[in-house]
């Protein structure tokens, strides 16, 4: 069955860093996602992204981030300087197609970020 | 502020019983989510829908758009249940936001 990956799965990097996150959706899906979970928290929404642009973005998403879909396979989640309050679970997702938000959603098992 | 409120945060059952997880929220929505996210952090997608009902073997989802309500059920829960279940709603403003989790425990 086809899954989303991610890798690496567990990232430790120094304040200040880039780290770029990356995922490869399942084959066929249109719409890519990223979101975040801090430990104990909720899950928190980043980005969507279609046909090589951002669809949305939340608050969270600001000039620090950025993604892309650098050669029609990877989708990559950037973070330019890290901060301590970047450590997280970042999960990617893929959707078939169609609206945002109408279609059944496939999560990678995720990259776990730590900022030292 | 929370879009999404769920209830219980905490759930212990014993195998057999049945359950429920309720999820309310306050935005407007185009579709709502149930997910499962397993200890080792993975999420699994359960339903996705925007009316009426939906059942898959034993998991069955509700929701009520005029109530703003979403209810998740699992018939004859089994420790292979446990989990962390998350209600997660698409906004008509194509944001997504998530409730805290409720976390099932199933005791043999």
């Known amino acids: 069955e086809p899954e989303v990956t991610q890798t690496p799965s567990h990232q430790v990097t120094q304040m200040g860093q880039e780290v770029i996150l990356r995922c490869v959706p399942i084959s066929n899906h249109l719409y890519f996602y990223w979101y975040r979970q801090i430990l104990g928290q909720k899950v928190e929404f980043l980005v969507s992204f279609y046909n090589n642009e951002i669809s949305e973005k939340s608050e969270i998403f600001d000039d620090q981030f950025s993604v892309e879909r650098p050669d029609g396979s990877n989708f990559t989640l950037k973070i330019r300087s890290t901060k301590l309050e970047d450590s997280a679970m970042y999960f990617c997702?893929?959707?078939?197609?169609?609206?945002?938000?109408?279609?059944?959603?496939?999560f990678g098992p995720g990259t776990r970020l730590l900022v030292l | 502020k929370n879009e999404v409120e769920q209830s219980p945060q905490n759930l212990t059952a014993q195998e057999g019983e049945f359950i429920t997880i309720n999820c309310s929220y306050s935005v407007g929505i185009s579709a709502l989510h149930w997910l499962q996210q397993h200890p080792g952090g993975g999420i699994v997608s359960l339903f996705m829908l925007s009316s009426g009902k939906k059942k898959h073997g034993r998991l069955i989802a509700t929701i009520n758009i005029q109530e703003k309500h979403s209810s998740l059920h699992i018939t004859a829960s089994h420790p292979r249940d446990s989990a962390v279940y998350i209600c997660?709603?698409?906004?008509?403003?194509?944001?997504?936001?998530f409730g805290t989790g409720t976390s099932l425990t199933v005791i043999p």
């Open positions: 997660a709603v698409s906004s008509t403003g194509n944001q997504f936001y």
């Open positions: 997702a893929s959707s078939e197609g169609g609206l945002a938000g109408w279609e059944t959603q496939y």
